[in-house]
């Protein structure tokens, strides 16, 4: 080889080498610059700057961490949004809330917390007296935590309402209300009742019951009237709150004015109750004395504006047959339910079996909710036929036992004592040591058994 040759393979040696130190030497530089942006894209990251850490990404072709950022970025405009929605929702603005929750979809429970706003939306309309709202809402939530108890707790409200304004003869406002309520409780005979109180309303007075042409006499808190069945007496304050009774006498003759009545509504003060003191004990057709006086009684309601409630229905002697009966026929016939029926001494005229309450009149007044309150002296309870019936037929019957007295006093007392006043809503059960109180169920052996 010659010196010449040997010169070029030389400088062709050197040439190579030195590219090769520059290409290492740039290849080294960018392996540099790129651990350097690669670095500060994890720095961005990890400082939750997903959208500078996205474009840092990108620009070094690295497509799956730039796509984790675009993820982390909408995960925060969720969260965002989320709390957008809690404080909508805690403003009380229930409809926005719903609305920005359900546009989350299925992120985290923001499906839940849009259940939610409609529970909180029904539970301030209920505070607000919004009841029928509140229902609608509370019965599209289905199996919500405390959505059942809720909707019990607007019926009810519901109920209130339509009651007060049954009570206060707000008929039409009434009948829609209990529309609403449908069959709940007994909204569906009360709904009748309001119907029937309307037609009567309409027809005009039956003159044999018109009060306007009833002598009225007036004790301290109402006119006692003379009409055709007895005395009827109507408080000064007859409203809303008014109840109402009716009195049958003893006896076996029909016009028998007994003085007890007389003495009763001669009283200083009376209950707020519109009160049938009747002359005749309805011994004989007791469903058409029955019947009779009922229509009285709400002919006397019509005219003083009070809607037939918390009845009460009192017999002495053989008038306990028609009170008894009185509570399964008026409840029967008119949907009325009596709060209670007062019976007073009508000791062995519960052997005539004929004219004591039927099987199916038990039915009906068990199904009434009656109370049975049998003032006796002792030795009538489970041994008399009639009132085990009535026991076996599920009828709340008690027995009030009475220490002292005669025939006329068990009355008279009763009425002193304010026996007939706690059954219309009045005050407390007597307990002046006379009276012994034995609530009777089909176990029970009173008066053989103490």
């Keep these: 080889m010659t010196k010449a040759i040997k010169w070029i393979v030389l400088v062709l040696l050197l040439s190579l080498v030195t590219a090769a130190g520059i290409r290492f030497g740039v290849t080294r530089h960018r392996e540099k610059e790129y651990r350097r942006a690669l670095s500060e894209a994890e720095t961005l990251y990890a400082a939750g700057d997903y959208a500078a850490a996205q474009s840092a990404y990108e620009a070094l072709g690295l497509t799956d961490e730039a796509a984790d950022c675009e993820a982390q970025l909408a995960l925060l405009a969720q969260r965002a949004q989320l709390r957008e929605a809690e404080a909508l929702l805690e403003a009380g603005q229930y409809e926005k809330a719903k609305a920005a929750f359900l546009a989350l979809g299925d992120f985290e429970d923001a499906a839940q917390r849009a259940r939610e706003c409609d529970y909180r939306q029904a539970l301030a309309l209920l ?89 009225g006499a007036h004790n301290r808190t109402g006119r006692v009237y003379n009409c055709r069945l007895g005395l009827l007496y109507v408080p000064d304050d007859a409203g809303a709150d008014t109840g109402c009774m ?111 309450m039927s099987p199916e009149q038990c039915d009906a007044a068990a199904e009434a909710g009656t109370a049975y309150l049998l003032l006796e002296f002792g030795g009538i309870g489970m041994n008399k036929r009639p009132i085990e019936l009535m026991v076996a037929h599920g009828v709340n019957v008690t027995i009030v036992e009475v220490a002292e007295g005669g025939h006329y006093s068990i009355i008279t007392d009763a009425m002193r004592a304010g026996m007939i006043d706690w059954a219309l809503g009045r005050g407390t059960p007597p307990d002046n040591g006379n009276y012994r109180y034995i609530p009777l169920d089909r176990s029970s052996t009173y008066p053989r058994g103490q």
Aim: glycine content about 8%; aromatic content about 12%.
């Design 127 to 215: 505070e607000d007296g919004q009841t029928r709202g509140a229902l609608d809402l509370l019965e599209a939530l289905g199996d919500y935590p405390g959505a059942a108890e809720k909707i019990i707790e607007c019926r009810e409200a519901q109920y209130a309402k339509a009651l007060e304004a049954t009570y206060a003869c707000r008929m039409e406002e009434a009948i829609a209300l209990w529309d609403e309520l449908g069959d709940y409780r007994d909204g569906s005979i009360l709904r009748e009742r309001c119907l029937a109180r309307i037609n009567a309303v309409d027809e005009g007075p039956d003159e044999q019951f018109t009060l306007s042409t009833y002598y």
């Design 246 to 356: 009716i009195f049958w006498p003893g006896g076996y003759d029909e016009v028998l004015a007994n003085n007890y009545l007389a003495e009763y509504a001669d009283y200083e003060t009376l209950p707020n109750a519109i009160m049938l003191l009747c002359y005749a004990n309805g011994y004989s057709d007791p469903e058409l004395k029955i019947e009779d006086c009922y229509r009285t009684l709400e002919r006397a309601g019509i005219e003083y504006n009070v809607f037939l409630h918390d009845l009460v229905l009192c017999g002495a002697s053989m008038g306990a047959y028609t009170a008894c009966q009185g509570a399964a026929e008026i409840y029967r016939d008119h949907g009325l339910a009596a709060r209670a029926v007062l019976t007073f001494d009508a000791g062995n005229h519960w052997e005539e079996y004929s004219r004591t």
